[in-house]
């Protein structure tokens, strides 16, 4: 087994994932801001990085491209950076390297949202995520279900159904906090 260094659990990158549109952005600022630390959006982070919004990487790059970059952005940011709170985009976790860079050096938080309560943000959303386009509601479901399994890799998971952005913010700093429901992932 590699040396690794031990980083401190009070320093530990706090990273959010869920399927887009459950609230990684919004609930992260949320969280850093009551956390007093700096808050990063992969997202962001990328688009400022190319001078391209998202939207227009994928039509231009197309998505093998996107996650890339995506990854080694990820990448670079939870070795490199401590005591931020990141939030990836919803496509991110599917790539190993990004499960693993994650839980070996941050606290991975899994917002969850049920299917149903999912589809009635579909319109505050669609815009802006190119992965949706061209797919119908049963092809967006498909792709929510197929996700979770990769989801199912964290140190804790939120249930957000009822739950508005500041309500969720708060229980995360409370479960930070109190250290409940944090836990090891069973391994790939
Ligand atoms: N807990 C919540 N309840 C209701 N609406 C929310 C909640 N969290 C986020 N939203 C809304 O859902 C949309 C997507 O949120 P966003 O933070 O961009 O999600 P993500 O980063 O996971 O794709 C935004 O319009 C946001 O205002
Ligand atoms: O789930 C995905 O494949 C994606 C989610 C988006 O981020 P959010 O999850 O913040 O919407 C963004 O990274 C890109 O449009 C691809
Ligand atoms: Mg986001």
Known sequence: MSYMRQIPVREKNIVLIGFMG???TTIGQLVAKKLYRDFIDIDVEIEKNEKMLIK??????GEKEFRRIERETISDICQAKRCKV?????????????RN???????????DLSWDRW???LDLIIESRPVLHNRT???????????QDAYSKHNSRVQTDN???EEVADYIVETLKLGWDIYQPQKD
């Not at 509601?137 to 996700?147: G, K, P, V, W």
Request: aromatic share 10%; charged share 25%.
């Open 22 to 24: 459950v609230g990684k």
């Open 56 to 61: 227009d990487i994928f039509s231009k790059y």
């Open 86 to 98: 990141v939030s990836l985009g919803g496509g991110a976790f599917q790539q190993e390297e990004v």
């Open 101 to 111: 860079v994650c839980l070996e050096n941050c606290i991975v938080l899994f917002l």
């Open 119 to 121: 589809k009635e943000r």
């Open 137 to 147: 509601l049963e092809e967006m479901q498909e792709l929510f279900n197929a996700r």
């Open 163 to 165: 739950l508005v952005a």
